[in-house]
C-alpha cells in the first residue's frame, strides 16, 4: 500500500495538542492506524513540543506563547517512510482501528442507505454535534456530482480508489477540501470506492436537481 496524500501539518498539530472534535479525531487516526509515516510525524511533533515545553518557565508564560510553538512545530519534516507496496486488505478487514470500533470489522454487514444513482452511505453516530461522519459506497466509475464545501471535509479512502482533477487517491490516502474547492470526484472503473468523510455543514451541489432532494438525503 503507497499512501502518496497525507495528513498536513495544521492537522496533525490540532490532532497532538487535542484541539480537534470526536468527527475530525476519527478519520485522522483511522489515517494514521494506515500511515507510518503520518505516525512518524506526529511522534516527531510531540516530542518536540515536550522538549520545548521542559524550557518554559511556567511563572512567565508569553501570551502568543502557543503560535510561536505552532510555527516552529511546523517546520519540522520527518523523511516520508519508505513503504513497501501490499495488496489492500478485503472482506472484513478494510475497517482499521479506531474506525472498527464504530461500525464494526465485515464491510458485508454493513447498513447502507441508498443515495441514487448507485450511491450509497452511512451515517455513523457521535457525540460531536458539530460534524457529521459517514461512509460513503460510490460505484466503480462513476463521479459525485460536483460540489463545494461550507468549512472543511476530510475524505479517507478505504477501499477502491477515486480521481479528482489529476489526483488519484488510493486506500490511505487522505484528501482535505474547503470552500474554495468546486470539485467532482470519480471512483475508479473496476471497483467501488469506499471512504470515510467528515464534514461540518451539508455540500454545495451545483446541480439543482441534487440540491432539491438533498434535505431528503442528509448530506
Not at 513540543?49 to 511556567?58: F, Q, R, T, W
Not at 450509497?120 to 457529521?132: A, E, F, M
Not at 487522505?174 to 467528515?198: M, N, Q, R, Y
Request: with cysteine.
Amino acid at each position: 500500500m503507497n499512501i502518496n496524500h497525507h495528513l498536513s501539518d495544521e492537522l496533525l498539530l490540532d490532532y497532538a495538542s487535542g484541539n480537534l472534535s470526536e468527527g475530525w479525531s476519527l478519520v485522522v487516526a483511522t489515517h494514521m492506524a494506515m500511515c507510518p509515516s503520518c505516525r512518524r510525524r506526529l511522534a516527531a511533533m510531540e516530542g518536540a513540543a515536550g522538549a520545548l515545553l521542559e524550557k518554559v518557565d511556567a511563572t512567565d508564560v508569553p501570551v502568543d506563547s502557543w503560535e510561536r510553538m505552532k510555527q516552529r512545530l511546523e517546520g519540522i519534516r520527518i523523511e516520508e517512510v519508505k513503504q513497501t507496496p501490499a495488496a489492500a486488505p478485503s472482506g472484513a478487514t478494510v475497517f482499521p482501528e479506531p474506525l472498527r470500533s464504530y461500525v464494526g470489522a465485515d464491510l458485508s454487514t454493513v447498513k447502507w442507505q441508498a443515495l441514487g444513482l448507485g450511491a450509497y452511505h452511512l451515517r455513523i453516530p457521535t457525540d460531536d454535534p458539530t460534524t457529521q461522519v459517514r461512509l460513503l459506497r460510490i460505484p466503480a466509475g462513476k463521479p459525485v456530482p460536483e460540489h463545494t464545501h461550507v468549512g472543511r471535509e476530510l475524505t479517507l479512502v478505504l477501499a477502491g480508489s477515486f480521481r479528482d482533477g489529476s489526483d488519484l487517491f488510493g486506500r490511505g490516502d487522505i484528501e482535505e477540501a474547503d470552500d474554495d474547492l468546486l470539485h467532482t470526484p470519480k471512483a475508479s472503473p473496476g471497483e467501488d470506492c469506499i471512504c470515510l468523510a467528515v464534514t461540518e455543514a451539508p455540500l454545495k451541489f451545483s446541480s439543482w436537481i441534487v440540491r432539491l432532494i438533498q434535505p431528503i438525503l442528509k448530506i
